[in-house]
Structures are given as C-alpha cells and as structure tokens.
C-alpha cells in the first residue's frame, strides 16, 4: 500500500510544481488521510523539498480500525505543548529551503492562515484549491473494495432491523439499534447520524429522530451507512408498517422507484453529472411533485460521506469510471410524509457491465 500513498503525493506534487510552489501544506484531515494514511487527530501533511513530514501534536498511535500512517512518510512529533501542527509544518517548509508553499485556505481559518503568515514571513503563500479533493474523486479498487464492504455491512444491519417488530419503538431507539449493528458487524461506525423518519416526518431528507412512535399505516424511511477503514457508503429505504399499504403510498412509491431507476441507469462515464440529476427528476416533475423535491439527486462518497462530485441541476463536469456514487430522489409531502430510496453505485463502463450496485437491500415496497 506504501506505493499507493507514494503515487498519490507524487501526482500531488507534480501539480503544485507545475503551479510554480516549492511545497504544499495539507490540512483537512480526510486529505491528510487519503495521502498518507491513518494519522492522528490534528495531524497535518507536508509536502517539502527535501521529504514529507506527517506533523503530529503526538505520537502515532496504532488503533485498530485505522492501521499507521504511510511508513514512507516521516513522523515530525512536537513536544508536549508544541502549538499549531499547521504552524509549525510551515516553519519547517521555511527550514526546508521553500519560498512558497501552497495551502487549503478553503480548510484554514482566517486566524490560522495569519499565524502561517507570521511564523514564516520568509515563504509566499499561494491556494491549493481543491487539488487533493479532485485527486479523491476516482477511486482505485482497494477503495472500492472499502466501500463495497461498508455496504455489505449496512445492508445486513437494516435487512436484521427489518426482521424485528417495529410497531411501538420511537425513531430514536431504531436508529440507536441500526448504529449498534453496524458495529457489530465490522463497521468503524456509522458513516453519519443514521435517520430513521415515521408517518409525517418519512422522506425528508436528513431527519433527526425522534421520540415519535411507529404506528401501524406509516411509511417508515430509514438512511444509514457504515464507514469501514475510513470508507463512507449510505443506503436508503422506505416501508410501509403493519398493513397493505394505501393507494397513494403505493402511487408516490413506484413514482420515486421510477426517478430512482432513471437516475441509475443514466450512470457511464462520461455522463454530464446534471443530465443523472436531470433524468431523475424529470420523473417527479411531471408528476407534480417540483416543489417537493430536494436540491440534489445524489453526490460522490469515500473518506468523506457527501464529496465531489454533485448530481445537481447546477453541476458542472462529468462523470469517469470507478466513481462511487448516490443517487437518492425523494419526495416529502408535508403533515402526510414521503419517500426515499437511496444506493450507493460505482460508475463502470457498459462493457463492464454497467453502474455496480452496491447497495442491494431489496427496493420492494414491503409492508413490515
């Protein structure tokens, strides 16, 4: 794997070179991550002239979930009290020899960014951007290998959740059940706040559960995912509970299945990443259902749960190969509540047979 993060930085590199800076502070600690492994809390990365440096308020420690970070990186510990990692990364870039050094202002603070200024007056300080965020977006099949089991995980924590009776338990206690299975199955943790949402509040996007009870009639919408190795994935699903379910739930279902499915089948690379959004919710718009709509269809995942890119009306780009994916539609009807469907795929060539579900929970409208 050494050679991975090595490849990674050298890609880094090469970008800020060409940008004319000598060397290049990473600070956002999911980039950190993606370019030099496991760190601990706080670290930040280095790239100098002479080496990189994993600055570090402490010894790495290693946990077993998250493993060392890149043994081809050298550990820079500072002493008990030693201030600012990113400071102090700066300091030692001066030390190097570098007259410039990029940084992630859109991670840094004001504050911050002026202590960098201050400790290494000697060194021009110019914007990385986003450069790391776009190296994350094609992943490499380890990464895939992550989210693929990730999704394993969170598909057999809601398929057991699924089996057990529902009528009477409050959303609170539900997602608190779905995020101990993850657990217990091999996930880090959940990979955000899982959702649980019954009767009015059932399709709304990102819902806080709370003390509400299932009762026998609702639409129940639960989101969840699992982050395995520091890899993020999200499942979502709709039932109904304890009857056939009504005319209208049906209706609104196979409406948001059919966004769902158009929007899934859009996916190659390629593909404008707002005609996927587009193909989603052309379904629901002529339907009625506009204003009912969230502001977008789905987004990237990996080290972080909602990254680059955005299935959005306003997206800009397309979509490569070996992108994961959500593609989420969902309709929320205020005081009645909604649906939600919600996979994690990878994008994959037709000849290789197309968008990878990994998410495979069935998507039948089961009444529980």
């Known amino acids: 794997m050494s050679e991975v993060y090595a490849n990674r930085r050298s890609r880094l590199r090469d970008h800020v070179n060409a940008a004319g800076t000598a060397a290049a502070l990473v600070t956002r600690?999911?980039?950190?991550?993606?370019?030099?492994a496991a760190a601990p809390r706080g670290s930040v990365l280095l790239l100098g002239r002479g080496e990189d440096l994993l600055v570090c308020a402490g010894p790495p420690d290693e946990r077993p979930y998250?493993?060392?970070?890149?043994?081809?990186v050298r550990p820079h510990v500072l002493p008990?009290?030693?201030?600012?990692?990113?400071?102090?990364?700066?300091?030692?870039a001066l030390a190097q020899g570098a007259d410039s050094l990029a940084v992630e202002e859109h991670h840094l603070t004001v504050s911050r960014h002026r202590a960098l200024a201050s400790v290494a007056p000697g060194l021009r300080l110019t914007d990385l951007g986003g450069a790391v965020e776009q190296l994350r977006v094609v992943k490499d099949e380890e990464e895939i290998s992550c989210l693929r089991i990730?999704?394993?995980?969170?598909d057999q924590a809601l398929g057991e959740l699924l089996e057990s009776i529902l009528v009477g338990r409050t959303e609170r206690h539900l997602a608190l059940e779905l995020e101990r299975r993850l657990v217990d199955h091999g996930a880090d943790g959940p990979a955000f706040p899982t959702s649980v949402a019954t009767g009015p509040h059932a399709g709304r996007r990102g819902h806080r559960p709370t003390d509400r009870r299932v009762?026998?009639?609702?639409?129940?919408s639960v989101c969840l995912g699992a982050t395995y190795r520091g890899y993020r994935c999200e499942i979502g699903r709709t039932f109904v509970i304890g009857t056939s379910p009504a005319d209208w739930q049906i209706e609104l279902y196979d409406l948001v299945f059919a966004a769902q499915r158009a929007g899934r089948e859009f996916l190659a690379p390629g593909a404008a990443c707002r005609d996927v959004d587009r193909a989603a919710r052309q379904v629901l718009d002529s339907a009625g259902y506009a204003e009912a709509l969230p502001p977008m269809t789905g987004h990237g995942v990996g080290l972080e749960i909602e990254e680059d890119p955005q299935l959005a009306?306003?997206?800009?780009?397309?979509l490569d190969a070996c992108v994961p994916v959500t593609v989420e539609p969902g309709v929320h009807l205020p005081g009645r509540g909604g649906v939600r469907?919600?996979?994690?795929?990878?994008?994959?060539?037709e000849a290789d047979g197309g968008p990878e579900l990994l998410t495979i929970?069935?998507?039948e409208l089961l009444a529980l």
């Open 215 to 220: 009762e026998e009639g609702d639409f129940l």
């Open 29 to 36: 600690p999911a980039n950190v991550r993606y370019l030099a």
């Open 66 to 72: 998250e493993g060392r970070p890149d043994e081809s």
């Open 80 to 92: 008990a009290n030693g201030g600012d990692t990113a400071v102090a990364a700066a300091g030692l």
């Open 313 to 318: 009306p306003s997206a800009m780009g397309k």
């Open 341 to 349: 469907i919600d996979d994690t795929l990878v994008v994959r060539p």
């Open 361 to 363: 929970t069935t998507k």
């Open 150 to 154: 990730g999704a394993e995980i969170a």
